[in-house]
């Protein structure tokens, strides 16, 4: 059979590499069937359809893998008119749209929308580590970094799943426990990329790299240095500190290549800490800030403003402290309840796909636009801080697209979507 995987576009500013339909692309052509991509951040409507026509396409299957945003948010929106004209065209043309937040939302998807899919597949299943991710099936060049040290790069996942319960989080449902791939297996993808594709860099994306303790993560970095590979690596997701138990590994990251990392904090509130089951002393997350930038890794904090309970007192003090700990750039979001998560049963259940993101349905204290306001003025606060000053100087030079970077940093601060 013929098969159209398709990924739906996210907002103007993110493109990144579809690995997920990636990874089921290189599943189906295994099995036989030929499969084409189509990423609806570079194609358009009229495109899809000659594809259709021209390749006898047999099966559509349209992505909803990669978190709960990207679904319901932004790129519902995008496929929706799509996939109504492709049903027009091809009336007969069955469209199925799978991935784990599918399984939240499936009778609203298919009762509402059933002009759109024919099938729900939902949940996200074990993933076959002989089978490695098909990084031909949507144009690689397409995809350039940003805060890259190179620009030819790649994501990768090394595990799936997280062994952690965080309340705002919907991995717990999602995957019920943590399972990495064998380290030499990981490996040996890393050694096709960087061979076949060229690859000078890798980022990896899982939902907690270190979910299986430090004693895998060093074991991981020894059979990357030992492997002869020369490749920059960072981890963009957020790593729980609470599972860096041994300091030292920061050493065996930084021989292995890693240049930055990210920390998933959250907040320093103890109350909200023990309600989303995340505590995690200041103190203990400045040594592990220290221990990395000691090695020359560069440390990003993620915190969320806007928390269920969570008032302008907490926020405010949550950036005051997280300019103590000695980040080199610190990033705030604004608290969704992402589907699947036990906060998102608690605050938002029974929201249609909708009315979720307007964010004044589940935050009492605080409306939208006082926390998009503090937001704002938490990134101008960083920004004149020197460390911050030296970090966005280095990533300016080092970068290769320096005007796309200066849009992304644009977009950031004033919550803007800026194409880039």
């Not at 579809?18 to 495109?47: C, I, R, W």
């Not at 939902?207 to 981890?235: H, I, P």
């Not at 008032?311 to 604004?334: A, P, Q």
């Amino acid at each position: 059979m013929n098969i159209l995987l398709i990924e739906p576009s996210f907002k103007r500013s993110e493109k990144a590499y579809p690995l997920g339909l990636g990874q089921l692309g290189a599943v189906l052509k295994s099995a036989g069937h030929k499969v084409f991509g189509v990423d609806l951040s570079f194609n358009g409507t009229e495109e899809v359809k000659k594809i259709i026509s021209d390749n006898g396409i047999g099966m559509i299957n349209v992505s909803a893998a990669s978190y709960g945003i990207s679904l319901i948010c932004y790129s519902l929106k995008s496929v929706l008119p799509l996939c109504r004209e492709i049903k027009r065209s091809f009336p007969s043309l069955p469209i199925i749209v799978n991935g784990p937040f599918a399984e939240v939302f499936k009778d609203e998807l298919l009762k509402e929308y059933r002009d759109c899919f024919d099938q729900v597949i939902s949940g996200q299943g074990t993933p076959d580590n002989t089978i490695f991710a098909d990084r031909e099936l949507f144009p690689l060049e397409r995809y350039q970094g940003m805060f890259t040290k190179r620009k030819r790069y790649t994501q990768i996942i090394t595990s799936i799943g997280c062994n952690r319960r965080c309340s705002y989080c919907p991995e717990p449902a999602l995957n019920h426990c943590w399972q990495g791939r064998p380290v030499k297996n990981v490996i040996e993808e890393l050694k096709l990329i960087a061979d076949k594709y060229r690859m000078e860099e890798f980022h990896i994306e899982d939902a907690n790299f270190f979910g299986g303790g430090t004693k895998r993560v060093k074991e991981f970095c020894r059979e990357l240095a030992g492997s002869g590979l020369k490749m920059s690596w960072q981890c963009p997701n957020g790593i729980p500190p609470q599972d860096i138990d041994d300091l030292a590994v920061f050493s065996d990251m930084a021989k292995a290549g890693c240049y930055s990392i990210c920390l998933s904090v959250e907040t320093f509130d103890r109350g909200l800490q023990k309600s989303m089951g995340k505590e995690c002393e200041s103190s203990m997350l400045k040594r592990i800030v220290d221990a990395a930038r000691k090695e020359g890794i560069e440390v990003t904090g993620y915190f969320m403003i806007g928390l269920p309970g969570q008032g302008l007192l907490s926020i405010k003090e949550d950036i005051r402290l997280s300019r103590s700990i000695g980040f080199d750039f610190i990033n705030y979001t604004i608290f969704y309840p992402y589907p699947g998560s036990l906060w998102y049963s608690q605050y938002a259940k029974g929201m249609n796909i909708g009315e979720i993101f307007k964010n004044d349905g589940y935050t009492p204290e605080l409306g939208i636009d006082v926390l998009k306001r503090q937001r704002a003025k938490a990134y101008l606060l960083n920004s004149f801080r020197l460390r911050t000053l030296k970090f966005a100087a280095k990533s300016f030079l080092q970068v290769k697209l320096p005007l796309r970077f200066l849009r992304r940093v644009t977009s950031c601060i004033f919550d803007l979507d800026l194409k880039y």
